[in-house]
């Protein structure tokens, strides 16, 4: 079974993705970014969803996305926010395989990860 770690500052939102998800992954949840770079470091799961604006304890989604990207190269990443982005430059260095706006359907959850658990290439346009 293929494993997706969820990250979000939200309890409320980590349990619907993971009800969501659990039918189809082994899923593991982060609230930080020191939640999810020691996840990173014991499992190795092939998504991660990440919502762009953690609490202010946190980095940020962009900081951990790259931070993926240096360290952990074969994780595709999900960036999730409500917010809407008007200047995408804030994006810059950041790369993640795709982008949903909140709130996230379920439907569209389970689509998007399973076709990302099934791409070779990491990159993929919703």
């Known amino acids: 079974m293929k494993t997706i770690l969820c990250v979000d500052d939200i309890p409320e939102i980590l349990e619907v993705y993971k009800g969501i998800l659990e039918v189809e992954y082994n899923v593991l949840t982060a609230a930080n970014d020191t939640g999810v770079f020691e996840i990173l470091k014991n499992h190795n799961p092939e998504v991660v969803t ?7 304890d946190s980095l940020g989604g962009i900081e951990i996305c790259k931070q993926i990207n240096t360290r952990w190269s074969g994780i595709k990443v999900i960036m999730i926010s409500g917010m ?3 200047n995408p430059s804030c994006f810059i260095g950041c790369n993640f395989s795709a982008y949903l706006a909140k709130p996230v359907a379920a439907s569209e959850l389970l689509r998007v990860v399973g076709e990302l658990c099934d791409m070779q290439d990491g990159r993929y346009e919703v």
């Open 50 to 56: 990440l919502d762009l604006n953690l609490g202010s």
């Open 84 to 86: 809407v982005y008007e």
